[in-house]
């Protein structure tokens, strides 16, 4: 079991302050499924992985710790990114209706991308 995508359900889990059994509701599992998956005693399928993002608005490659910072990133760099992905949050809308959650994550993935590319034009 991926031990970056147990820790980031987990702090993900804990960030919305919900109990294993509330995310396991959320899920359609059930609580000791829940249990399994968090201490990787039981492994995560694609569509699950993919229902965890889109439940806690994030990409499955933030789950899965596949880093997108360039590593020349600062500290700086990193808490900027997340001000600017914060500050346009929902804000973003296809015809006046708001985006699905996986088109939020992507429009978030176009951002970071945008923003990492104006980072690495400053510095130089």
């Known amino acids: ?34 249990n399994k998956i968090e201490h990787g005693n039981r492994a995560v399928t694609n569509e699950e992985l993919a229902k965890f993002a889109d439940l806690f608005k994030v990409t499955t490659d933030y789950l899965l710790g596949k880093n997108q910072t360039p590593s020349w990133a600062t500290k700086q760099d990193t808490k900027d990114l997340k001000e600017f992905l914060e500050s346009n949050e929902g804000s973003i809308t ?3 209706v708001d985006l699905t959650p996986e088109q939020d994550a992507q429009v978030r993935v176009a951002m970071a991308t945008i923003f990492w590319n104006e980072k690495k034009k400053e510095k130089k």
Do not use: C, H, P, S
């Open 1 to 34: 079991m991926n031990n970056k995508l147990v820790l980031r359900i987990v702090n993900l889990r804990e960030a919305y302050d919900w109990t294993q059994k509330e995310l396991a509701d959320r899920m359609g599992f059930n609580k000791v499924t829940m």
């Open 94 to 96: 296809f015809g006046g």
